[in-house]
């Protein structure tokens, strides 16, 4: 049995279950994309889906750091982008 272990975001530097956090991938030609499914193969970092983690992982380039590839914005831009969407879906509800 494989034991689950709690991801801990690039942002809040908090761990959560993987479920609960957005993957964003790098694969072998170093390209680096948001990873929704969570099975991209690659080496993937996490971010909550909370507009302050990314935030806080955009202003330290915390995702280059642990991608270890220079991350553009438009990642981060997409990240906001897709959390201001979850938190305005949870409060339409």
């Known amino acids: ?11 809040c ?4 279950p993987k479920r609960e956090m957005l993957r964003i991938a790098r694969n072998a030609a170093g390209e680096v994309s ?3 499914s969570g099975r991209l193969p ?4 996490y971010v909550c889906l909370k507009e302050e983690c990314i ?3 955009r ?3 915390a995702l280059s750091k642990a ?3 220079k991350v553009d914005a438009g990642i981060y831009d997409a990240l906001l982008k897709m959390a201001s969407e979850a ?3 949870d409060k339409g509800q």
């Open 67 to 69: 991608l270890r590839v």
């Open 87 to 89: 938190e305005n879906g």
């Open 34 to 36: 948001v990873d929704p």
């Open 42 to 45: 690659g080496r993937g970092a």
């Open 55 to 57: 935030l806080s992982a």
């Open 59 to 61: 202003k330290r380039d």
């Open 13 to 16: 530097r908090e761990e959560s």
């Open 1 to 11: 049995m494989m034991r689950r272990r709690p991801r801990t975001c690039v942002g």
